[in-house]
């Protein structure tokens, strides 16, 4: 089975002027690196060419936190993908397939979902949707990340099991429509990932890494999700 290399995304979502944005960029410059692990920060749009100059030369990656699918057009509040390219971007969460950025394909239920028995159907049909179309070539370079909805933002954690019967289900789904770029893909964890619960997340054989909200807005907690201890 091929290696795949863990990936720790930071999602900054709606917080930090530029100087507080700067300053977490560059600790995350100085302290997140760890051989054999990528990491990635996704600013808001407003700090993305700042951020993107404090990180250049490093090894963190880039990705904004969403993108509308045409290159132009008379679209209010929208950013197009060749705006994110030229502010330095290279990833983008919940974005569209184009334009060479890698999307960070975001999917998970709802509680009431879950509480419902539906947690796998509904995850199926966002997975498939995603994908369909896509080539076995696309489909190894995507990043796929499973946030339970419940999950984001609350304090509670899908538990490694219950996280890791998700992601073995995503990762069997994949293999049935795209084959072994199933074992290429990497599938990311998303909701409450912290300092104390990441080890356990990553020991699971099927998840690839964390998308990280809250923890990701300080640097001493980030680099110690970067840093997860091992086995
Ligand atoms: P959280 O956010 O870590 O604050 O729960 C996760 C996410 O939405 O990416």
Same mark, same amino acid.
């Given at each position: 089975?091929?290696?795949r290399?863990?990936?720790i995304?930071?999602?900054?979502?709606?917080y930090?002027?530029?100087a507080?944005?700067?300053?977490?960029?560059r600790?995350?410059?100085?302290g997140?690196?760890r051989?054999?692990?990528?990491?990635?920060?996704?600013?808001?749009?407003?700090?993305l060419?700042?951020?993107a100059?404090?990180?250049?030369?490093?090894n963190?990656?880039?990705?904004?936190?969403?993108?509308?699918?045409?290159?132009?057009?008379?679209f209010?509040?929208?950013?197009?993908?060749?705006?994110?390219?030229?502010?330095?971007?290279?990833?983008?969460?919940l974005? &569209?397939l184009? =334009?060479?950025?890698?999307?960070?394909?975001?999917?998970?239920e709802?509680?009431?979902?879950r509480d419902?028995?539906?947690t796998?159907?509904?995850?199926?049909?966002?997975v498939?949707?995603?994908?369909?179309g896509?080539s076995?070539?696309?489909?190894?370079?995507?990043v796929?990340?499973y946030?339970?909805?419940?999950?984001?933002g609350?304090g509670?954690?899908?538990?490694?099991?219950?996280a890791?019967?998700? =992601?073995?289900?995503?990762?069997?789904?994949?293999?049935?429509?795209h084959?072994?770029?199933?074992?290429?893909?990497?599938?990311?964890?998303?909701?409450?990932v912290?300092?104390?619960?990441?080890g356990?997340?990553? &020991?699971?054989?099927?998840?690839?890494g964390?998308?990280?909200?809250?923890?990701?807005?300080?640097g001493?907690?980030?680099?110690?999700?970067? =840093?997860?201890?091992?086995?």
């Amino acid at each position: 089975m091929p290696a795949r290399r863990p990936l720790i995304a930071g999602n900054w979502k709606m917080y930090k002027t530029r100087a507080e944005a700067e300053g977490l960029a560059r600790e995350v410059r100085t302290g997140a690196t760890r051989p054999g692990v990528d990491v990635l920060v996704a600013p808001p749009f407003t700090v993305l060419a700042a951020v993107a100059r404090v990180l250049k030369g490093s090894n963190v990656l880039l990705g904004a936190q969403n993108m509308h699918s045409e290159s132009e057009g008379a679209f209010t509040g929208e950013v197009a993908p060749p705006m994110l390219k030229e502010a330095g971007c290279t990833h983008v969460i919940l974005g &569209h397939l184009a =334009h060479g950025l890698v999307p960070i394909v975001c999917v998970g239920e709802t509680l009431e979902e879950r509480d419902a028995g539906k947690t796998m159907a509904v995850v199926e049909r966002q997975v498939d949707r995603a994908l369909r179309g896509l080539s076995p070539e696309r489909v190894e370079g995507l990043v796929i990340a499973y946030e339970p909805v419940w999950a984001i933002g609350t304090g509670r954690t899908a538990s490694p099991a219950q996280a890791q019967e998700v =992601h073995g289900f995503i990762r069997r789904r994949v293999a049935g429509s795209h084959g072994p770029a199933a074992e290429v893909v990497r599938i990311l964890y998303g909701g409450s990932v912290k300092p104390d619960n990441i080890g356990a997340l990553m &020991h699971e054989p099927d998840i690839d890494g964390g998308l990280v909200g809250g923890a990701s807005l300080k640097g001493d907690s980030f680099l110690k999700i970067v =840093h997860y201890p091992e086995g």
